[in-house]
């Protein structure tokens, strides 16, 4: 009788970067699904969906290669979206378009909600679920975000996941994307209401 397969451990940075110098393909691989969603989405947000693919696995290449340098000074994850984003930016530049990672953000947001430098008036709305362990608990709720989630443009969905899900600070996020504090917070903003409407539609109902 065959035995079950184990489910698969999660390895540290440093594990995964000795396995992946060693030439371990299970190494390579789980660092890829830990961590190529978000390098998309960074993508995504700052060239478009035409080359994110494509800039994604450049990244990779670099990364690969970059491997014997990478001095932990951050974490794995924050290496890889800086390697992403830069590699988006230098194609950006290449391609010579002019893609707005904030379009129409001036015209869809009303004036009364800034101050003078740019800042919103009122502290950016945080998450009204009782406890991060109830939403998971629910998977009917789990599985409405995660639509919600993918529904939202991609510079949305990448700033969410840098500053809620990453714990990025703002000027770091910044940095990534390319974009001023100001714009950083309607995009926060905009994502959390757009997901916060969902929650709050299932709660009503159910």
Sequence with gaps: MSKLAEPQKILSDEQLIEGMLAGKSSAFEMTVALHHQRMLTI?????????????????????????????????????????????????????????????????????????????????????????????????????????????LPPQQQAILTLYDLQDETMPEICNILGISASNARVLLHRARSAIHQQIQHYQENN
């Design 43 to 151: 993508a995504k947000a700052i060239i478009g969906e035409a080359f994110a693919e494509e800039i994604v696995q450049d990244a990779w290449l670099s990364a690969i290669r970059s491997l014997g340098e990478f001095a932990g000074r951050s974490s794995l994850q924050t290496w890889l979206i800086q390697i992403t984003a830069n590699a988006a930016k230098t194609r950006l530049r290449r391609e010579k378009r002019q893609v707005s990672l904030d379009e129409n953000w001036q015209q869809s947001e009303s004036d009364e909600r800034f101050d003078h430098t740019g800042h919103w008036r009122e502290h950016i709305s945080q998450w009204d679920i009782d406890t991060p362990e109830a939403i998971v608990a629910n998977h009917q709720l789990s599985e409405i975000i995660h639509q919600a989630f993918e529904q």
